[in-house]
């Protein structure tokens, strides 16, 4: 019923930065949250950040003060900008939303940090 389009991933010096985005297919005009997630080879999937309606943010700690979650309803996407990336943040970025009619996830995006 409802896709998310991540996109901006790719290669990365260490200490350099990308942005990802996350494009609806839905309105996300009334959801409360929305949220980044990643998941490195041989490890869980973890949450990165996310954001409310009103702008309220949350970030894990690995990432808190480099990585920015922001938002634009009018154009229903996502993002995630992200600074001072470290190898350890080499990982497939997921896009979240939860709607009333479920909840959806992006196919993710690659950001690999390597020198």
């Known amino acids: 019923q409802v896709q998310l389009v991540e996109s901006g991933g790719g290669l990365v010096q260490p200490g350099g930065s990308l942005s990802l985005s996350c494009g609806a297919s839905?309105?996300?005009?009334?959801?409360?949250?929305m949220a980044w997630y990643r998941q490195a080879p041989g490890k869980q999937r973890e949450l990165v950040a996310t954001?409310?309606?009103?702008?309220?943010?949350n970030y894990a700690d690995s990432v808190k003060v480099r990585f920015t979650i922001s938002r634009d309803n009018t154009k229903n996407t996502v993002y995630l900008q992200m600074n001072s990336l470290k190898p350890e943040d080499t990982a497939v970025y997921y896009c979240?939303?939860?709607?009333?009619?479920?909840?959806?996830w992006g196919q993710g995006t690659q950001v690999t940090v390597s020198s």
């Open positions: 839905r309105s996300i005009f009334r959801l409360n949250t």
């Open positions: 954001i409310t309606r009103g702008g309220s943010t």
């Open positions: 979240y939303a939860e709607y009333a009619s479920g909840s959806y």
